[in-house]
């Protein structure tokens, strides 16, 4: 029937079993943390774990970064296309231990190392690389458990999944609400445009209760990887060594791969869509992430610095002030030129994300 609300068996059809699913993890997050208990990841993808639990509420499908649902009111808050653009910036975390061990220059976990200084959250949701190229979603509440998350994982990661512990529907279930924050209140997130893309989704309708993520800061992406046998082989002879070689990526208009023995190579991202995962390869939602408070890229910048999108008076705020308190600190020539030269950069690849 025409007038039904969309319930999982439809996000299956339309979305997961086409191959498009993001694995931002919201909709198995939300199910799980209402104790539902219909849907969780098996076997790596969203999955009926026992359909007669399911409510048909339609907010999984709802949620989903990929569907159409809300995507009206996202675009009166977020825009399109390069997004809400306040200002445009490079730079770099003045923290040399940060510097060390970060993608770029470090801008993300300083940004998240001041929120937790200043108790404007207990926690950033992060993602944590382990053995062998895999990585896991951790809330980090320390500044030594950021420096352990520092970089960026290439593998898709269901970080939604672990909101888990702090997403709650309240109008439908409110005495979840102590349960489900689980001792933390404010939380930031780091995320690829399609995660952001969910949590704002999930906002809009306050599935989330507002105040748990505080904080959204956004990865610029054009594709994104899940190793299984296949592909992680075609990845491999592509970059001539083993994932597990790798000592940093780092993604611009090229992936430049550092080696642990000191190498580089660096593979242009059209040669590597074969290896992307097919959900990545159709993806449309902008490359810049839009979503995002403040969003992050090498994009545009020098070596060592990161490109810095504010787009909320949220993200200018908190821009600011670390720039202030000496957490982070801009490249030493950027000016007006550079910024356009940058904006430039990021049309070009909105456009040829968009168009692929
Ligand atoms: C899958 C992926 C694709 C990207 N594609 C592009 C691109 O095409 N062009 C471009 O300019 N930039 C891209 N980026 C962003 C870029 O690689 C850097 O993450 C960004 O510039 C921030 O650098 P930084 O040194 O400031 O961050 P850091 O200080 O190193 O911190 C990065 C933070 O992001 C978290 N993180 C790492 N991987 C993930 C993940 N998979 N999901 C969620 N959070 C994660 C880390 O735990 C850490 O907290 C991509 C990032 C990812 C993860």
Redesign the pocket.
């Known amino acids: 029937m025409k007038d039904e609300i969309p319930t999982f068996t439809d996000l299956k059809r339309d979305v997961i079993d086409r191959g498009l699913c993001a694995l931002c993890g919201g909709c198995t997050s939300f199910c799980r943390e209402n104790k539902l208990h219909a849907i969780d990841i098996r076997e790596g993808i969203p999955a009926y774990i026992d359909e007669s639990n399911c409510l048909k509420c339609g907010i999984c499908y709802m949620i989903c970064p990929v569907t159409h649902e809300l995507e009206d009111r996202l675009e009166e808050l977020y825009g399109t296309g390069t997004g809400t653009v306040l200002e445009v910036y490079s730079?770099?975390?003045t923290d040399e231990a940060?510097r060390g061990?970060?993608?770029?220059?470090?801008?993300?976990?300083?940004?998240?190392h001041y929120l937790l200084d200043i108790h404007y959250i207990d926690g950033?949701?992060?993602?944590?690389?382990m053995k062998g190229g895999r990585?896991m979603?951790?809330i980090?509440t320390s500044y030594q458990e950021?420096l352990m998350?520092?970089?960026?994982?290439?593998?898709?990661?269901p970080?939604l999944d672990e909101i888990k512990y702090y997403s709650t529907y309240e109008t439908l279930l409110p005495e979840l609400r102590e349960i489900a924050y689980g001792g933390l209140e404010s939380v930031a997130?780091?995320?690829?445009p399609c995660?952001t893309k969910t949590i704002r989704k999930m906002q809009s309708v306050n599935i989330l209760p507002s105040g748990a993520i505080k904080f959204v800061?956004g990865?610029?992406?054009?594709?994104?990887?899940s190793f299984d046998a296949i592909s992680l082989r075609t990845f491999e002879e592509l970059i001539g060594g083993r994932l597990s070689d790798i000592e940093k990526?780092?993604?611009?208009?090229t992936?430049l791969i550092t080696f642990k023995d000191g190498s580089t190579k660096s593979i242009p991202?059209e040669k590597l869509e074969g290896v992307a995962r097919h959900a990545c390869v159709k993806c449309t939602i902008p490359?810049?992430n839009i979503y995002a408070d403040i969003s992050?890229?090498?994009?545009?910048?020098e070596e060592g610095y990161?490109?810095?999108v504010i787009r909320t008076e949220n993200g200018k705020r908190l821009f600011e002030e670390a720039l202030e308190e000496g957490y982070i600190e801009l490249h030493p020539q950027w000016c007006e030129k550079k910024k356009e030269e940058v904006m430039q950069k990021i049309e070009e690849?909105t456009e040829k994300?968009g168009k692929r």
């Open positions: 730079a770099r975390s940060v061990v970060c993608c770029d220059g470090g801008v993300a976990t300083s940004l998240l950033a949701l992060v993602v944590k690389k990585s979603p951790i980090a950021l998350c520092a970089g960026s994982s290439l593998a898709t990661v970080n997130i780091t995320g690829t995660q800061i990865l610029f992406c054009y594709e994104n990887f990526v780092n993604i611009k208009e992936m991202l490359y810049a992050l890229g090498g994009l545009g910048s990161t490109t810095v690849w994300k």
